[in-house]
């Protein structure tokens, strides 16, 4: 799933490992499986009921019978299951008719427990017809009988043979009737006369045998689920029953009905062979699941590969509906954010256009990645979207804000560069950070984080390519449109509030508060020159600044000014002003996020028993989260990933309680001798065995590897060759008498393997085929294997070899004795070969990673014999990925931290800044994997990604008032209050519209996607929030650096003081003691008092002239002066 996705050992990384013998595997078996399954559950409906009963199988072959009975009809044929089955070993027969009858006979492997019993040759679909008999089904099939029947008429000897090898016996007549009753039941049936039902659990104890009783044995692990044994080790009872029905796969499909007449008039292809399949696979698990009444004792839960495969693409797959709604709510939420009392100067369409363009951004982010053929998955397509638009937007609202607190007398065509200049570098720098930390963790070997880091790198810069190119366009366009007084949106209109001109004179100001933050003002200035004795300046005393008289309400003083507040309070004033408003603001409209972190969220928060309260449930939030952490499981199961209340999900619950088995293989590669490598490669199979999670063969059945079935089969035709050799029937000169088995022995003893002298009649009694180490004679071994291939496909397919390159077909006819037919074409060096295994008893991720580690330690060990081998296998395809994972997450958030603060610090120049910005982004990464532990959420390459991802997201919420911070003159406090009101609003609007775009996830149908991402990225979401405007500005105003722009003048101490009793509308500082030589100069002019700079901001030159007037009025006492030096003239 979730495509999801390997890890770390010795000498190279896991996840390249698992791709390189997954792309290895492919190289040689091809893209698909040799089988798919399809999968029968049933469990009682009343907990702990007993299923070992005649009734309870009953109820199970009647959904079983239902299930086998399944058409579809695709490209104008009729597809059943005895078409698309999987069939084992179908042996080449000489004879044309018995040929044909087999292949229509031949059953499909159908793993159930009904093959215990007679009824079970009800599943067999396969039909024949010989004249004057009734036709053959497998339920009256008795194939001793049968032989003997046409004996007269046609030679079987051969098939004889195989069919005694195989111990078919009477096949399914010569076992019990569930019900004996039945009118079918055949005579041979050893219940049949007595008319009893046969002892369930007796029957099913040690597992059941399909038609061949040698190569088709149905373990009882496989079959029975829940079981419960006597004190003796008999069965007593079970809660669960499974069948297992196996179809070919699309190629094998494909390759079977190429050519035939059945397929030819309709194009076949490998495509409509897997069409056919799944629509069969489909229609299998609707009517399996509809084949018992619902007042039935016993349920039925039914499910397909392609069910799976449903089921993951639906998880996978972008919801169109959720990310346009999501789109569609960040949409709303800037523009009516962004929206204003005064149409002339709001900003909705800015706000509308800047979600428009990152969503454009991240989809050609996203196209970008697909062009450059990364793999997409599921962390692609449900957390990338809504990540990347809240990255981007961030920047959005971060310029936007920025564009309206632009000093009121910068020129039009200035504004954007102003705006730029304030906020390019905190733009430059998340965005730059974000991508260089997620190409960096592209270097983790976990295959998901990596396509995922690689894709939000690139979608990071296509973001930041689209707000530093593209939205500056649109805010000169809407600043066009606010200088031609138009309608925010509807721009083709004329705002109704527009062209005002408001004239406030000194006198007016003296008995009224001032509103804070005006944007121009007309004061009386009264200024100190003098003319230094020991040096050739002029010196002017000037005013620090205007300290305006603030109301009782404002405690940080008058150092702080509201952006774009001064529009809103000048224009709010009382009718006592000259010239009266044409339209006024509602009293809510002059309410802003900057207005209430001015004045209500800074001077709280900067409080000290405020400081002191934060770092106390900050530092008891970190301290519960290391907690968390230790509860943290690693693991990721498919009921985890499944709908709750569906029935896929109760057929997973069941699998994953009665019956957690996984078929597995241990492959062998090229690159070794195999013919001198046979101890090496019995020891490695030993080794494998003895794994605690191996599920042992019963004692009286012989390992299911080919090895040793090749080896045994080797054996059977010596001994028959020594027995014919004894009696005479085999001579040096003649085979012709002997039997098959010692014909065959015959013309592998006398091969030599040498092309020029290839037959030796005189190794017929001096050599073996195989020797007393049980080991097979190296110069016969690839020989050997041609025969073996050709004569024994029952037991080549039991063995599920899967030899590459496969070995060459070759007739055996016992009548031919030409040279020719002497001749055996050897098999070429394998390069692929595999043993195959059953794991039990893994129910947690401990125990897979444990089952891991012992066959990758059996395969380590067999490497250093000389044998090439990896263990293959879903238990090592998916949880491979936790034998390091924990270690991989270590380092890649290391990676991005390190990063991080290297960025930080080379872009800030301030290593200061950096190392806070990474404290607070690890302690958020601490505090996210903690509360994953308190909700239950198990990790794994998805969380992984998250949590990863955490680290760029906190740089979103933290790089900007720090660097507010930074570039921001006065105490640590005031610059912490300073940072917040001017990032508090964008960083606010950032998190908001972020949230809205993840709610639509909440309504997804996968109870997994509202876990693991929904809730998962809402807490990262919040953690950013309150780390980036609570924690950071505290510890700032604690640990803060210094200032980085240049200090013009000294702080006044009354900054953060309670505000002195108002004694006027302005209060000019000067210091009480005068220079004892001064020209007085009295002069009156315009103050433009701008907001303080963002970062990267300048002080731009007032765009009017002072007007100087005779007025004076008396100065306040100030504690500094800035001095303003000039040549002195030389008259003095």
């Known amino acids: 799933?979730?495509?999801?996705?390997?890890?770390?050992?010795?000498?190279?990384?896991?996840?390249?490992?698992?791709?390189?013998?997954?792309?290895?595997?492919?190289?040689?078996?091809?893209?698909?499986?040799?089988?798919?399954?399809?999968?029968?559950?049933?469990?009682?409906?009343?907990?702990?009921?007993?299923?070992?009963?005649?009734?309870?199988?009953?109820?199970?072959?009647?959904?079983?019978?239902?299930?086998?009975?399944?058409?579809?009809?695709?490209?104008?044929?009729?597809?059943?299951?005895?078409k698309i089955c999987y069939k084992s070993g179908v042996p080449l027969i000489e004879n044309g008719m018995i040929e044909r009858m087999i292949e229509k006979l031949f059953p499909c492997v159908i793993l159930t427990p009904l093959d215990c019993f007679w009824e079970g040759a009800k599943?067999?679909?396969?039909?024949?017809?010989?004249?004057?008999?009734?036709?053959?089904?497998?339920?009256?099939?008795?194939?001793?009988?049968?032989?003997?029947?046409?004996?007269?008429?046609a030679s079987l000897e051969g098939f004889r043979e195989l069919l005694d090898k195989a111990q078919v016996g009477q096949a399914y007549v010569g076992r019990p009737c569930l019900h004996p009753d039945d009118l079918h039941c055949p005579p041979s049936a050893p219940n049949h006369h007595s008319r009893q039902p046969p002892n369930v659990a007796q029957e099913l104890s040690g597992g059941c045998h399909g038609f061949s009783h040698k190569f088709m044995h149905w373990q009882e692990e496989v079959l029975l689920g829940g079981t419960a044994r006597g004190s003796q080790g008999q069965l007593l009872r079970a809660e669960a029953l499974q069948s297992t029905f196996l179809l070919m796969s699309p190629r094998q499909l494909y390759e079977h009905f190429r050519g035939d007449y059945q397929t030819h008039d309709i194009g076949w292809s490998e495509e409509q062979a897997g069409t056919v399949l799944q629509a069969w696979q489909r229609r299998f698990v609707q009517l399996a699941q509809e084949a018992l009444p619902g007042n039935a004792s016993q349920q039925i839960h039914a499910f397909s590969s392609t069910t799976l495969d449903d089921i993951l693409h639906a998880f996978s797959e972008v919801s169109a509906a959720r990310v346009v709604g999501g789109y569609l709510l960040m949409l709303a939420y800037a523009c009516v954010t962004m929206l204003r009392w005064d149409c002339a100067r709001s900003q909705g369409a800015v706000g509308l256009a800047g979600v428009l363009l990152v969503a454009l951004a991240v989809a050609s982010g996203l196209g970008l990645c697909a062009l450059l053929g990364i793999a997409f998955n599921a962390a692609t397509t449900q957390v990338l979207p809504f990540l990347a638009l809240g990255i981007g937007v961030d920047d959005i609202f971060l310029l936007a804000h920025a564009f309206t607190e632009a000093p009121p007398g910068t020129p039009l065509q200035e504004r954007t560069g102003e705006c730029l200049q304030r906020t390019g570098t905190s733009v430059t720098l998340t965005s730059v950070n974000n991508m260089v930390a997620f190409f960096m963790a592209a270097l983790v070997p976990i295959p998901a984080l990596r396509?995922?880091?690689?894709?939000?790198?690139?979608?990071?810069?296509?973001?930041?390519?689209?707000?530093?190119?593209?939205?500056?366009?649109?805010?000169?366009?809407?600043?066009?449109?606010?200088?031609?007084?138009?309608?925010?949106?509807?721009?083709?209109?004329?705002?109704?509030?527009?062209?005002?001109?408001?004239?406030?004179?000194?006198?007016?100001?003296?008995?009224?508060?001032?509103?804070?933050?005006?944007?121009h003002l007309t004061a009386t200035v009264q200024a100190f020159a003098h003319c230094e004795a020991n040096s050739q300046h002029v010196v002017t005393i000037l005013p620090p600044q205007a300290h305006l008289v603030p109301p009782p309400s404002d405690p940080l003083g008058s150092e702080l000014f509201s952006p774009?507040?001064?529009?809103?309070?000048?224009?709010?004033?009382?009718?006592?002003?000259?010239?009266?408003?044409?339209?006024?603001?509602?009293?809510?409209?002059?309410?802003?996020?900057?207005?209430?972190?001015?004045?209500?969220f800074a001077p709280l928060l900067l409080q000290s028993h405020t400081k002191a309260m934060v770092l106390v449930l900050f530092g008891a939030l970190l301290g519960l989260s290391l907690y968390g952490a230790t509860l943290v499981q690693d693991g990721l199961a498919l009921t985890d990933v499944v709908p709750r209340g569906t029935k896929e999900h109760a057929f997973l619950s069941a699998q994953l309680r009665y019956f957690s088995l996984y078929e597995v293989a241990l492959v062998t590669q090229g690159g070794f001798d195999y013919a001198h490598s046979q101890r090496a490669l019995f020891d490695l199979h030993q080794r494998f065995s003895s794994l605690k999670a191996v599920l042992p063969p019963p004692a009286t059945q012989a390992p299911r590897t080919w090895l040793h079935y090749y080896r045994n089969w080797l054996q059977g035709i010596q001994a028959a060759f020594d027995q014919d050799w004894a009696s005479g029937r085999i001579t040096r000169h003649s085979y012709r008498n002997g039997s098959e088995d010692g014909a065959l022995a015959y013309k592998l003893?006398?091969?030599?393997?040498?092309?020029?002298?290839?037959?030796?009649?005189?190794?017929?009694?001096?050599?073996?085929?195989?020797?007393?180490?049980?080991?097979?004679?190296?110069?016969?071994?690839?020989?050997?294997?041609?025969?073996?291939?050709?004569?024994?496909?029952?037991?080549?397919?039991?063995?599920?070899?899967?030899?590459?390159?496969?070995p060459p077909e070759w007739l055996h006819d016992k009548y031919d004795t030409t040279g020719e037919n002497l001749r055996i074409p050897a098999a070429q060096p394998l390069e692929f070969a595999q043993f195959p295994f059953l794991l039990h008893g893994l129910q947690k991720t401990a125990d897979f990673v444990e089952a891991i580690k012992?066959?990758?330690?059996?395969?380590?060990?067999?490497?250093?014999?000389?044998?090439?081998?990896?263990?293959?296998?879903?238990?090592?395809?998916?949880?491979?990925?936790?034998?390091?994972?924990?270690?991989?997450?270590?380092?890649?958030?290391?990676?991005?931290?390190?990063?991080?603060?290297?960025?930080?610090?080379?872009?800030?120049?301030?290593?200061?800044?950096?190392?806070?910005?990474?404290?607070?982004?690890?302690?958020?990464?601490?505090?996210?994997?903690?509360?994953?532990?308190?909700?239950g959420i198990k990790l794994s390459a998805i969380p992984v990604v998250i949590l990863v991802a955490s680290v760029g997201i906190g740089v979103e919420f933290t790089v900007h008032v720090a660097l507010g911070f930074l570039t921001t003159q006065g105490s640590r406090n005031l610059r912490a209050a300073r940072a917040l009101e001017h990032t508090f609003a964008p960083v606010t609007d950032g998190a908001v519209s972020t949230l809205l775009g993840l709610l639509m996830l909440a309504g997804s149908n996968f109870d997994f996607i509202i876990r693991y991402f929904f809730v998962v990225l809402t807490v990262l979401t919040l953690l950013g929030l309150l780390h980036g405007l609570v924690l950071l500005p505290v510890l700032l105003s604690i640990l803060g650096p210094p200032p980085e722009v240049v200090q013009l003048y000294k702080e006044s101490p009354e900054?953060?003081?309670?505000?002195?009793?108002?004694?006027?509308?302005?209060?000019?500082?000067?210091?009480?003691?005068?220079?004892?030589?001064?020209?007085?100069?009295?002069?009156?002019?315009?103050?433009?008092?701008?907001p303080p700079p963002l970062p990267g901001a300048y002080i731009h030159p007032a765009s009017d002239e002072p007007t100087w007037s005779p007025a004076a009025i008396p100065a306040a006492s100030s504690s500094s002066n800035l001095s303003s030096r000039g040549l002195c003239p030389t008259t003095g």
């Open 1 to 82: 799933m979730l495509e999801v996705c390997g890890l770390a050992p010795s000498s190279t990384s896991v996840g390249s490992r698992v791709s390189q013998e997954l792309h290895y595997t492919k190289e040689k078996l091809g893209e698909e499986a040799a089988y798919t399954s399809q999968m029968l559950i049933q469990t009682p409906r009343q907990e702990g009921e007993n299923v070992l009963t005649p009734e309870a199988l009953g109820l199970h072959l009647q959904a079983a019978l239902t299930a086998s009975k399944v058409q579809v009809s695709l490209y104008g044929k009729s597809w059943d299951l005895n």
């Open 123 to 153: 599943l067999q679909g396969g039909s024949a017809y010989l004249p004057g008999r009734p036709d053959i089904q497998w339920t009256n099939l008795d194939p001793e009988q049968l032989l003997e029947e046409l004996g007269p008429f």
């Open 451 to 519: 396509a995922f880091s690689l894709q939000a790198a690139i979608v990071v810069g296509c973001n930041f390519a689209a707000v530093m190119l593209v939205f500056p366009a649109v805010l000169s366009l809407d600043l066009h449109r606010r200088h031609c007084q138009r309608l925010d949106v509807l721009c083709c209109f004329s705002s109704p509030c527009s062209a005002r001109v408001i004239q406030i004179l000194p006198q007016e100001l003296e008995d009224r508060t001032v509103p804070v933050g005006i944007a």
């Open 564 to 600: 774009g507040g001064s529009t809103r309070d000048l224009l709010g004033q009382e009718e006592g002003t000259r010239q009266k408003a044409a339209c006024k603001s509602l009293p809510c409209a002059r309410w802003n996020l900057a207005h209430f972190a001015r004045y209500h």
């Open 749 to 806: 003893l006398i091969q030599t393997g040498d092309v020029q002298e290839p037959l030796d009649f005189s190794q017929l009694t001096t050599r073996k085929l195989v020797d007393k180490e049980g080991l097979i004679p190296p110069e016969l071994f690839y020989l050997g294997l041609t025969v073996w291939v050709s004569s024994d496909p029952l037991g080549l397919a039991a063995s599920q070899a899967n030899f590459y390159p496969p």
């Open 854 to 935: 012992g066959a990758r330690a059996a395969c380590a060990e067999a490497g250093r014999a000389g044998v090439r081998a990896y263990p293959s296998g879903s238990p090592f395809l998916f949880w491979e990925q936790y034998l390091g994972l924990r270690h991989c997450f270590l380092l890649a958030v290391c990676i991005l931290l390190v990063c991080t603060f290297l960025v930080c610090a080379l872009l800030l120049l301030n290593p200061w800044t950096a190392g806070l910005i990474v404290l607070v982004l690890a302690m958020m990464t601490v505090e996210l994997f903690g509360i994953m532990g308190f909700l």
């Open 1055 to 1090: 900054v953060l003081s309670p505000p002195a009793p108002r004694v006027g509308g302005l209060r000019w500082g000067m210091s009480p003691t005068l220079p004892q030589s001064f020209a007085r100069v009295t002069t009156s002019m315009t103050v433009a008092l701008h």
